[in-house]
């Protein structure tokens, strides 16, 4: 038993090991990608700031902060999911289950199509809104709606002890309230606040710079260290709420806290760069079968699969996108999409 224990750990460690060399390769090779076909040799003088102007400004001012986005917005987004999951018992669960980024949406529509853009303030002069758009005030309305979106799930839960159906239940709900309040936004926009509204939704890396890579770090390192002091009480929910009772955790509180952490980390990942599905249904459920149920190895392990995750469709969408970079969250959905169909038709007894 000892052994096969040890074996066990000494598997994952290397798999973890792996995972953590191969997000460093990834990042590597995802420099030398993108639109403005630069060759290796150029990227690489870029790098060490020996070649044109044009060329280290691609390098240092938009593909570096590309990649730190997109290391840092994987690992939030999956590990996010993965807590998500444990706290709902809820295999399909992901940071959009609470209605998270639907409320991010529409504080970013709210900013964008009625104070920068659309019918309160400029109008319908294109200028007009290239001056007065912030993407930082945009950022921080979608921050503080996807805020006050989750204070308001998790206090209608508190209602009914946090029972996982009830915080499935209510975010759905919650979800479609602001879906619908964005449509209604959006009809009442005019053609340059809509448009621009639009092009936000989507999960793009491009507009990340360091400083919003910075911000974006230290919520999801603040998480992550949350994560792991918590991560033996995780595994106790993981035996149900009675189980984990009998050992002393507190389960209402527990969910509470845990929950509002992977909410705050979607929040600040989506009111920077748009929305981003699946990463947190995809990479979770990967780790999970290769390194089974444990979340002392399955944390830094889903935070390195989404890394790779988002490294490897964010350098996709800038291969294939003719010139200009497709955004990533298309690439991550058309990836998580037929995944997540597998999952449904591999679970055993699929009608429960």
Avoid at 56 to 71: D, Q, S
Avoid at 325 to 339: E, M, W
Wanted: aromatic share 8%; proline share 3%; glycine share 10%.
């Amino acid at each position: 038993m000892a052994d096969a224990l040890r074996k066990n750990r000494t598997k994952n460690r290397r798999i973890v090991i792996v995972l953590a060399v191969l997000a460093l390769l990834l990042a590597f090779a995802c420099l030398f990608a993108g639109p403005s076909r630069m060759s290796v040799s150029e990227s690489l003088d870029a790098l060490l700031k020996r070649g044109s102007s044009a060329q280290v400004r691609i390098l240092w001012n938009i593909r570096i902060p590309r990649v730190l986005a997109a290391v840092v917005a994987g690992a939030g987004l999956s590990v996010s999911g993965l807590v998500m999951q444990t706290n709902l018992n809820n295999p399909m669960a992901s940071p959009s289950t609470l209605g998270v980024s639907n409320a991010a949406v529409f504080g970013a529509n709210l900013s964008i199509i009625a104070f920068a853009g659309g019918f309160l303030d400029t109008g319908r002069n294109v200028a007009n809104y290239a001056t007065g758009a912030n993407p930082y005030a945009t950022s921080l309305l979608a921050f503080a709606f996807a805020a006050v979106s989750i204070l308001l799930i998790l206090g209608l839960c508190r209602l009914r002890s946090f029972a996982p159906g009830v915080v499935v239940l209510a975010g759905v709900a919650i979800g479609s309230m602001w879906t619908a309040l964005t449509t209604i936004l959006q009809f009442y926009a005019t053609d340059v606040g809509l448009s621009a509204a639009v092009i936000w939704t989507f999960g793009d890396l491009g507009r990340a710079t360091y400083r919003t890579d910075v911000i974006m770090a230290a919520v999801v390192l603040a998480g992550l260290v949350y994560f792991a002091l918590a991560s033996w009480r995780l595994n106790a929910l993981l035996s149900g709420d009675a189980a984990a009772k009998s050992m002393g955790v507190s389960v209402e509180r527990l969910r509470f806290f845990s929950m509002l952490a992977a909410s705050l980390i979607t929040a600040v990942c989506v009111s920077f760069l748009g929305m981003i599905g699946f990463v947190g249904i995809i990479c979770p459920h990967v780790v999970k079968r290769l390194l089974g149920q444990d979340h002392r190895v399955t944390l830094p392990a889903s935070a390195l699969a989404g890394s790779i995750l988002l490294l490897l469709a964010d350098t996709l969408a800038r291969s294939i996108g003719q010139g200009s970079a497709l955004p990533v969250g298309a690439i991550t959905s058309l990836l998580g999409a037929p995944f997540f169909l597998a999952i449904l038709f591999s679970r055993k007894g699929g009608g429960r």
